[in-house]
């Protein structure tokens, strides 16, 4: 994985933008949710849709995922590049940032067990995906 702080208007164009991530904070916390599917905590987000921009894909899918919502527009961070295996196939994920509104209740659902509250003056919580808990430290 590499980072491309760029602008948001204009992602790279050597592989397709097709996901969206936000960190979502309170205080030195991090929201972090539990993929049912992977068995690991990471940061809230997801596809983004035809037509969607990667900023209302952010705001979506943590909505969807975890109820929550930021208190202010997102701040946009970067773009993280990944290589996907088995097929080496390349993809950018647009990193979003912001406060959080208000603690709502979460109800687990088909993609996610559990949410919590990632305090980074502890180590990360068990099963974490490290590119995850790097873009996370990007975010402060």
């Known amino acids: 994985m590499s980072f491309v702080s760029g602008s948001e208007g204009e992602p790279p164009q050597d592989a397709p933008l097709s996901a969206a991530l936000v960190a979502l904070w309170q205080a030195d916390r991090v929201l972090m949710v539990f993929d049912r599917h992977r068995r690991s905590w990471e940061l809230p987000g997801g596809k983004i849709e035809d037509g969607e921009?990667?900023?209302?894909?952010?705001?979506?899918?943590?909505?969807?995922?975890?109820?929550?919502?930021?208190?202010?527009?997102?701040?946009?961070?970067?773009?993280?590049?990944?290589?996907?295996?088995?097929?080496?196939?390349?993809?950018?994920?647009?990193?979003?940032?912001?406060?959080?509104?208000?603690?709502?209740?979460?109800?687990?659902?088909?993609?996610?067990?559990?949410v919590r509250w990632w305090d980074l003056r502890e180590p990360p919580p068990v099963c974490t995906q490290p590119l995850d808990a790097y873009l996370v430290a990007l975010t402060r």
Do not use: H, K, M, W
Not at 54 to 71: D, I, K, N, S
């Open 53 to 114: 921009s990667p900023r209302r894909a952010a705001v979506r899918e943590l909505a969807e995922e975890t109820g929550q919502q930021a208190a202010e527009e997102l701040r946009f961070i970067g773009y993280a590049r990944f290589v996907l295996a088995p097929d080496r196939r390349t993809e950018y994920v647009a990193l979003y940032a912001g406060p959080c509104a208000e603690t709502r209740p979460f109800e687990p659902n088909e993609e996610i067990a559990a």
